[in-house]
């Protein structure tokens, strides 16, 4: 208090009104004034603390980044908001129409990533969903939006969550192997399909059913984090949303779908994941 000037605080006062009606019997209302303006001031916006936090702590991605937010609200109110709502909840004035929902961000749970099961994604994460788009889905692939664009708009999501303040959210990107070479070999590819045959009844057909078309027994009962229907995926499209390369379905089957019914498979080694997705890409037209 020491530090603000007394001429500073006399304004402030006088703008305010606090000096001719806020507690007019009591001598030190202007002190109370001022300290009610800055614990106001600090709830505010807690946020731009956050963003003072060592980067370098985080790797694998940032806390909300404060100077960004007016220049990331621009563009989510032009691009964003019909869907996905003014306050990040998935219920713009599209959402009611669309079969499959608009992501709420309010939860901090995203599907599509490269960190671990329950942790954020990377910038790189919501960079590539925003520009990519989602197969199936109303969300379209906004590559028209400039390298600043994409940058503040990523920021702006993050603020609806608190989750993004918590150091114990973040988590470095796994780095996934390169698909193994017996995967260019026909006659090798079908042998190894036929193990992933085998795994893939036990562990994915009572949802995914037995052909993988997503009519397993299960499938008509599941629901996401949101309470919305969560149908398991047709695996005999060519183009799947989380990714059409055999990279990406290895990847889901490493770290899973959160928010869905989809669990990560790390419990099964790196071979026997190959070995599944040997077996979904049989499914696939050839």
């Not at 702590?57 to 806390?63: G, K, V």
């Not at 770290?255 to 099964?268: A, K, V």
Request: charged share 20%.
């Amino acid at each position: 208090m020491s530090n603000i000037p007394r001429d500073m605080i006399n304004a402030s006062f006088s703008t305010s009104g606090c000096m001719n009606h806020a507690f007019p019997q009591f001598p030190t209302r202007r002190v109370l004034c001022v300290i009610a303006m800055l614990v106001i001031s600090a709830s505010a916006f807690p946020l731009a603390r956050a963003d003072k936090a060592d980067p370098s702590a985080h790797p694998s991605s940032r806390r909300p980044d404060f100077s960004l937010w007016a220049a990331g609200r621009d563009v989510y109110e032009a691009r964003c908001v019909v869907c996905h709502g003014i306050a990040g909840d998935g219920k713009g004035e599209m959402s009611a129409s669309l079969p499959i929902k608009p992501r709420s961000f309010r939860q901090g749970v995203f599907k599509y990533r490269t960190t671990p099961s329950g942790k954020l994604p990377t910038d790189e994460d919501l960079k590539g969903t925003i520009t990519g788009g989602i197969n199936g889905t109303a969300m379209g692939m906004f590559t028209m939006l400039s390298d600043n664009e994409l940058t503040a708009v990523t920021e702006y999501v993050k603020f609806f969550s608190r989750r993004w303040r918590d150091p114990d959210n973040y988590g470095a990107p796994i780095q996934f192997p390169s698909p193994p070479a017996w995967l260019d070999d026909s006659k090798a590819i079908k042998e190894h399909a036929l193990r992933g045959k085998t795994l893939f009844s036990t562990a994915c057909a009572a949802c995914h059913g037995q052909a993988g078309a997503g009519n397993g027994p299960a499938a008509a009962t599941l629901k996401d984090t949101w309470g919305s229907p969560s149908p398991p995926a047709d695996l005999c499209q060519p183009h799947l949303r989380f990714g059409s390369t055999l990279g990406d379905v290895y990847r889901v089957l490493t770290i899973g779908i959160d928010g869905t019914p989809m669990p990560s498979f790390d419990s099964y080694t790196p071979a026997q994941r190959w070995d599944l997705v040997a077996f979904i890409a049989s499914l696939r037209p050839q």
